[in-house]
């Protein structure tokens, strides 16, 4: 069984702009892959669907590391 990764805290600092410190929050975010994590746990998944999307995935990040390796 795999187990979840601990993201630890994220801290903004807010000087003066809010507007620019939530950005910053959602870019970090995003870097953590937590809307991902979320998105993806919206929903129950079966097994055997969680096995053939991640193949698919790992197919995919091979194509690209072939074409990049081509260039």
């Known amino acids: 069984m795999k187990r ?3 993201i630890g805290p994220l801290e903004v600092t807010v000087t003066d ?4 410190a939530i ?3 959602k870019k970090k975010m995003a870097l953590e892959g ?3 994590e979320l998105k993806k746990r919206r929903h129950y998944e079966q097994p055997s669907i969680r096995e053939r999307r991640k193949r698919e995935e790992a197919e995919r990040r091979r194509r690209k590391n072939l074409r990049k390796k081509r260039y």
């Open 17 to 20: 702009d809010l507007e620019r």
């Open 34 to 36: 937590l809307f991902k």
């Open 23 to 25: 950005k910053i929050l």
């Open 4 to 6: 979840a990764k601990i």
